[in-house]
């Protein structure tokens, strides 16, 4: 018995958790080495309307992507397989990336990243209740720690290649783009060695979730609706990156400070879900809430880099707090019959709150500078940690 449930780990983690753990750490190489130099990329390209069209596009894209996460973690529930959803959402985001080596308009730009996004509502809902359930439930914030973490690593590599290799690329977007490309695809190979976990879907699914997802799981809504209120003053990372353009320090110092909020996300998500699987998942999820807060006004009225990059560390320990530990949570209160569901419409709260976050945020940085942007953030960030505390305390969740 011992021998078999060994063959089931690998290095202490559930098999499907450390293979799913790397393919995303090499989907988010690809991702991030392209995306910690795209605010610069747009910068050049289109001037002085650059903030408007970054937060426009990651907050259209995000809800794009949300969308899809409902449907695409509801119809797994229905079939009762996850894999396949999460194979091919991760093969169309790969795909997608060397056509970056052709934008030359903001609706190139728009079309791929939300191509991109597309892919990423395809397959996080399914992904995430395939972890579920490959793991007993005090495993949980542990596993997703894990999975978070080597999300960030690769988050992590991906902008510390580009600040590498971009100047012996010669500044070349297009190689660097391609390059990207090809550090991608070892993601979709390592779904070779994850297996599937079929469910059986009740009868009737439809009505099932319609009765149960929001009517019996009373504070699965509550905690949705605090992210949802929380996530409307989430600013993009992109636009919080484009500030160091903004202020006119290098082209490489975009995605060194993309590298520093990486290895901050990466170096603090496992410490962070074991946390939460000791004092409560709402406790450190409140502390995410407490660090974003920290990390706008640091952003908000400093000119200089090094006040930027204590910023960027705040925020990916706000990051670290709340991505995989809100997949936890959500896990824990909803039934296993809806993980696929519950999952989606938690990613659907962030991305389409990150819509107007993006948008809103992008208009008024554009329109009024970048100060009227992250007292935006604050305002929405403070509602929702009220909210929060009100929440946890009256109905100890």
């Given amino acids: 018995m011992e021998s078999n449930k060994s063959k089931d780990k690998v290095f202490g983690l559930k098999r499907n958790v450390f293979y799913l753990g790397i393919v995303s750490l090499f989907n988010d190489f690809s991702n991030e080495m392209v995306q910690s130099v795209v605010p610069v990329f747009l910068g050049l390209l289109l001037g002085g309307q650059a903030a408007l069209a970054i937060g426009v596009i990651e907050g259209v894209a995000d809800a794009l992507s949300s969308f899809m ?45 939300a191509a991109d996004r597309f892919g990423k509502g395809l397959r996080d809902a399914p992904r995430d209740a395939l972890v579920a359930s490959s793991v007993e439930e005090q495993e949980l ?24 290799a971009f100047p012996l690329l010669e500044f070349d977007f297009k190689k660097l783009f391609f390059l990207a490309f090809i550090l991608g695809l070892p993601a979709i190979f390592s ?102 807060i920290s990390a706008y006004l640091l952003l908000a009225f400093t000119n200089t880099f090094v006040w930027l990059f204590a910023g960027l560390v705040f ?13 936890a949570l959500t896990a824990k209160l909803v039934g296993h019959e809806l993980l696929g569901a519950g999952e989606g419409v938690l990613h659907a709260a962030v991305g389409i709150s990150a819509l107007f976050a993006g948008s809103i945020g992008g ?22 940690l009220g909210m929060l505390l009100y929440i946890s305390k009256k109905h100890r969740i």
């Fill in 69 to 113: 996460k409902i449907l695409s973690g509801a119809w797994s529930d229905k079939v009762g397989r996850r894999k396949p959803f999460a194979v091919v959402g991760y093969t169309l985001s790969v795909a997608v990336r060397p056509l970056w080596m052709f934008v030359t308009s903001f609706a190139g730009a728009m079309g791929i990243r």
């Fill in 191 to 292: 779904f070779l060695a994850v297996r599937e976990v079929r469910t059986a879907p009740p009868t009737e699914y439809g009505k099932f979730m319609r009765e149960n997802m929001f009517r019996t799981h009373k504070h699965f809504t509550l905690m949705i609706a605090t992210i949802f209120v929380f996530g409307l003053g989430t600013l993009p990372v992109a636009l919080l990156l484009f500030r160091a353009f903004e202020l006119g320090f290098n082209v490489t110092s975009v995605p060194f400070l993309y590298l520093i909020y990486g290895l901050t996300f990466t170096l603090a998500s496992i410490p962070l879900g074991k946390l939460s699987d000791k004092i409560g998942m709402v406790r450190v999820i409140t502390l995410g809430f407490i660090f974003a």
């Fill in 315 to 327: 925020f990916g320990l706000y990051s670290a707090s709340t991505d995989g530990v809100e997949r």
């Fill in 141 to 164: 914030g542990k596993s997703f720690g894990y999975q978070r973490a080597m999300d960030a690593f690769g988050g992590l590599l991906g902008p510390l290649v580009a600040v590498l």
């Fill in 363 to 384: 208009f008024l940085w554009f329109k009024f500078g970048h100060a009227a942007a992250f007292l935006y953030a604050i305002t929405f960030a403070v509602i929702g």
